[in-house]
Nanobody, 125 residues
Framework: QAQLLESGGGLVQVGDSLRLACAASGRTYAMGWFRQAPGKEREFVAAIRWSTSNTYYRDSMKGRFTISRGHVENAVYLQMNNLNVEDTAVYYC?????????????????????WGQGTQVTVSS
């Protein structure tokens, strides 16, 4: 069973940047990030498919957030720029360990098999 190790959360000011990192211990075919703010449902942030390097983003985060491959295999970064208070949440890394061709929507939690413990991102005004 794969394990995910996240890092990079913290307390920042409005307009600051943060980079989250996540590494999986096993083979993955895609990785992504979701977030959950207090009192809200978990929502998709971004995902990347390794075989095509295709990336996917929540519309509201396009241009501010960038998902990319990590420096080691089965690792991913999430660069977050121009953060605002509404970005405050626990950010969860997710990994898909099942092979897939098409027909899988990487914007839904059900597409992923393993989850990290979450890292807190707090944006202060």
């Amino acid at each position: 069973q794969a394990q995910l190790l996240e890092s990079g959360g913290g307390l920042v000011q409005v307009g600051d940047s943060l980079r989250l990192a996540c590494a999986a211990s096993g083979r993955t075919y895609a990785m992504g990030w979701f977030r959950q703010a207090p009192g809200k449902e978990r929502e998709f942030v971004a995902a990347i498919r390794w075989s095509t390097s295709n990336t996917y983003y929540r519309d509201s985060m396009k241009g501010r957030f960038t998902i990319s491959r990590g420096h080691v295999e089965n690792a991913v970064y999430l660069q977050m720029n121009n953060l605002n208070v509404e970005d405050t949440a626990v950010y969860y890394c997710a990994a898909r360990a099942r092979f897939f061709y098409t027909g899988v929507t990487l914007t839904t939690p059900s597409a992923f098999d393993y989850w990290g413990q979450g890292t807190q991102v707090t944006v202060s005004s």
